[in-house]
Nanobody
Framework: HVQLVESGGGSVQAGGSLRLSCSLS????????MGWFRQAPGKEREGVAV????????FYADSVKGRFTISQDSAGTTLFLQMNSLKPEDTALYYC??????????????????WGQGTQVTVS
C-alpha cells in the first residue's frame, strides 16, 4: 500500500512563495510519474505539474508555467513543488499523486493511482 504525505501548505500574500513537499512510502510497483493536483472550492481537481519518475521531464498547466517548479529527490521518494509569484487564484487544496500506468494523461486525475490527503494553500 502506497502512502503519500504532503506538507508545506499555508497562507501567504500575493506575490509570495511556498514550497510543498510530498513524501512517498516504500513502493514495490514501478512509478511512472509523480505529480501535483489542486482543487479549489466549487471547481474540479486539475493537474498542476508532473514529473516523469527518474527523469527531468516535466509537464505544467499553462496557469502555473514560469511560476511553479516540480522536482524530486534523487531517491525518488520525495516530491517538491516550488511555488513563486503566487496569486489568489492559486488558492486550493493541493494533492500529490503517483501513477503506475504512464504519464501521457498527466493532466487527468483518473490516470493516477494513489493520492495524498492534501495540503491547503491560501493566497490573499
Amino acid at each position: 500500500h502506497v502512502q503519500l504525505v504532503e506538507s508545506g501548505g499555508g497562507s501567504v500574500q500575493a506575490g509570495g512563495s511556498l514550497r510543498l513537499s510530498c513524501s512517498l512510502s516504500e513502493c514495490d510497483v514501478t512509478i511512472s510519474c509523480m505529480g501535483w493536483f489542486r482543487q479549489a472550492p466549487g471547481k474540479e481537481r486539475e493537474g498542476v505539474a508532473v514529473v516523469v519518475s527518474g527523469t527531468y521531464v516535466t509537464f505544467y498547466a499553462d496557469s502555473v508555467k514560469g511560476r511553479f517548479t516540480i522536482s524530486q529527490d534523487s531517491a525518488g521518494t520525495t516530491l517538491f513543488l516550488q511555488m513563486n509569484s503566487l496569486k489568489p487564484e492559486d488558492t486550493a487544496l493541493y494533492y500529490c499523486a503517483v501513477a503506475f500506468g504512464g504519464c501521457s494523461a498527466w493532466y487527468a486525475d483518473w490516470a493516477f493511482n494513489y493520492w495524498g490527503q492534501g495540503t491547503q494553500v491560501t493566497v490573499s
